[in-house]
């Protein structure tokens, strides 16, 4: 069983930055891993995701330059570096395990879901 916690979310201004962290139990160095990001109202969204090897990364066009994603198999984290953060990044943000390795886009496409971290970017 794989159980994800992320941490590291909080308020910050617009231009700030902000490292989120995803801690997962179980076996998820074969798995590639995504972050997704929820506003109110709204439906979840993909944000990115990394290859099992760390060697391939996706990123969805509005955050593409801005947000990275790493993982350190060591430690069982995958991370997403937030830069220039803009309002509308606001969102609970979410990290998920995919263990057939899709590097799917999709929330159907993801097993294993953390319980989110509030972003929140004032003006």
């Known amino acids: 069983q794989v159980q994800l916690v992320e941490s590291g979310g909080g308020l910050v201004q617009a231009g700030d930055s902000l490292r989120l962290s995803c801690a997962a139990s179980?076996?998820?160095?074969?798995?590639?891993m995504g972050w997704f990001r929820q506003a109110p109202g709204k439906e979840r969204e993909f944000v990115g995701n990394?290859?099992?090897?760390?060697?391939?990364?996706y990123y969805t066009d509005s955050v593409k330059g801005r947000f990275t994603i790493s993982r350190d198999d060591a430690k069982n984290t995958v991370y997403l570096q937030m830069n220039s953060l803009k309002p509308e990044d606001t969102a609970v943000y979410f990290c998920?395990?995919?263990?057939?390795?899709?590097?799917?886009?999709?929330?159907?496409?993801?097993?294993?879901w953390g319980q989110g971290t509030q972003v929140t970017v004032s003006s």
């Open positions: 179980g076996r998820v160095r074969r798995y590639a």
């Open positions: 990394i290859n099992r090897s760390g060697g391939i990364t």
């Open positions: 998920a395990a995919d263990p057939y390795q899709t590097m799917s886009a999709q929330v159907k496409d993801y097993d294993y």
